[in-house]
């Protein structure tokens, strides 16, 4: 592309920039109902008639014609008309230079266009600008040709956590959520608006501006372990029950974290969106960690199924013994962590029965079989979450087709499966004898979730590698209920893991990482595999 040329430059001079906002508006940016007439009306080569084959409008007389079968070039030759509009992309082209002309007028009236189509459309978000450096940004990328890029032996993203007392929990999480590849995207993109403070003694209350300049600080270059004291201090205002030096649970902590970023978002400027008004207001949480969960009980008696969905931050997996029914229908309580609009603290959504009385009920049925089943994989958890239970006698259900309670099977299958998937397994039982089970579970690093999809949408056709994930992070925990410690592994680039130990970072092979005591894993979505 070169910048401007004399011949574009004379026309402006001569022809004003009319006949090129007129294009803009109709042809390339048009939002109104009159714009869409008109483009259906006139888009199409006035030679062969075709509307593709990158038409080309003329800015001399309006006249439409292909560059595949050289139509806009027997116009040139005939009219000697040298510059037109590339109605694919909106860049204008001058024949007699051979090439696509830069001109700042050219920009603005494009940009101005652009925005104006932005806002008809009805969309209150800011639309996406590409980065234009000023005259600073040009020299600093001159004085640094060579920029830094991560390699396979790249230590850039890669930095430890100081501990602040009993706040391994943290540092954990704070690492997985570094290192997820679409979050890093997000970040390091601008796409938060920061919420700026004149004074500088007051730092911003946004977690979603300390998750900022925290992937800054990783990705800045320093080696340093960091200190995220601002992190810390933004929980515990947010989260009470999180307050304090004594050790907490990686998971809740997970939970919370992720709910006041999502709070955050939707209260501030920050928001996601896909192309629909609906979504404007979309938090990157909500965008990328959450799923849909189906619930389908099944009356024994008619067989008629009522549908329940609700949204999910992660699935909790329980790890101990389950006795097996009569019929090979198991019996669990099934736990996923929703979302909460309100509270900073997570929500444990048992899906139970309720009894006529209105009183929760868990038990099983008393037809059990003498056997029990242990799950002893990833995948085994997920089969046994996703298996039908039956609610016995003690659990019965107002079916609303035979109008009297029934017992009824419940089923829970994924409707959607979010973008970033984390797996909590449920080491630390709770009772009158409280214990950790530290049975080692094997995980694998890729998983395929459309055998545990609702089957109306398992059934769809999809990409192959739609439902497939990839593991990016697991966070482990050594010791008792009581006392311990939590590390974390994570991938920095393709196959190359580390261990995070809050300051010290050291590598980790990938067979340490598949063999270790997993009690919270990442996977994210392989479509979005980075290369």
């Given amino acids: 592309m070169a910048l401007s040329c004399k011949h574009l430059s004379e026309y402006k001079t001569s022809q004003g920039l009319e006949s090129l906002k007129t294009i803009y508006s109709y042809f390339v940016s048009c939002s109104t109902a009159k714009a869409r007439a008109v483009r259906a009306k006139y888009f199409r080569c006035e030679s062969c008639g075709s509307c593709v084959g990158r038409l080309h409008c003329c800015l001399y007389c309006v006249h439409f014609a292909c560059n595949v079968r050289k139509h806009i070039h027997q116009h040139v030759d005939e009219s000697k008309h040298t510059l037109a509009v590339d109605l694919a992309v909106g860049s204008v082209y001058c024949f007699l230079c051979g090439s696509f002309v830069f001109d700042s007028d050219v920009e603005s009236v494009a940009r101005e266009q652009a925005e104006a189509a932005w806002k008809r459309n009805g969309f209150d978000g800011i639309q996406h600008i590409d980065w234009q450096p000023n005259k600073e940004e ?60 004149t004074d500088k003694r007051h730092k911003s209350q946004c977690l979603v501006c300390e998750m900022s300049v925290l992937f800054q600080e990783f990705y800045s270059g320093e080696c340093s372990p960091y200190v995220p004291y601002q992190f810390l201090h933004l929980v515990w205002q947010n989260a009470r029950h999180l307050a304090g030096y004594e050790q907490q649970d990686a998971h809740e902590f997970l939970m919370a974290a992720l709910d006041i970023l999502h709070q955050h978002s939707t209260n501030g400027a920050t928001s996601v969106s896909n192309g629909t008004n609906e979504s404007s207001n979309q938090s990157i949480v909500e965008c990328l960690c959450t799923g849909d969960l189906q619930s389908d009980v099944r009356c024994q008696c008619c067989g008629s199924v009522s549908t329940t969905v609700d949204p999910f931050w992660d699935i909790s997996l329980d790890l101990g013994s389950v006795p097996i029914l009569s019929k090979n229908v198991s019996k669990m309580t099934a736990t996923a962590t929703i979302p909460s609009p309100t509270k900073a603290c997570s929500q444990s959504f048992v899906f139970g029965a309720s009894t006529p009385s209105g009183k929760s009920s868990s038990s099983a049925s008393p037809l059990l079989s003498p056997t029990s089943r242990v799950p002893n994989t990833l995948l085994e958890c997920l089969e046994r979450f996703t298996h039908p239970e039956r609610l016995g006698s003690e659990a019965l259900i107002k079916c609303r087709s035979c109008g009297t309670y029934q017992e009824s099977t419940k089923q829970l299958t994924m409707k959607k499966v979010p973008t970033v998937f984390s797996f909590h397994f449920k080491r ?20 395929e979730m459309t055998p545990f999809m609702s089957p109306r949408v398992g059934a769809v056709n999809v990409h192959p590698e ?66």
């Fill in 138 to 197: 040009l020299d600093l990328l001159r004085k640094h040709a060579k920029r830094r890029k991560i390699t396979n032996k790249s230590t850039l993203g890669l930095r430890g956590l100081h501990n602040l007392g009993n706040t391994c929990f943290m540092n954990c999480i704070l690492q997985a959520l570094v290192h997820s590849p679409m979050l890093r995207n997000y970040f390091l993109s601008d796409q938060h608006a920061f919420h700026i403070s």
């Fill in 428 to 447: 630390f039982e709770h009772g009158k004898k409280s214990r950790k089970i530290c049975r080692f579970i094997p995980f694998p690093l890729e998983i």
């Fill in 466 to 531: 739609q439902n497939r994930y990839c593991l990016f992070a697991v966070v482990n925990h050594s010791g008792t209920m009581d006392t311990g410690h939590y590390t974390c592994y994570v991938r920095q680039y393709r196959d190359q893991w580390y261990k995070c130990d809050d300051a010290w970072i050291t590598k980790a092979r990938t067979s340490d990482v598949l063999h270790s005591e997993a009690y919270l894993l990442f996977y994210h979505k392989k479509i979005l595999e980075y290369k």
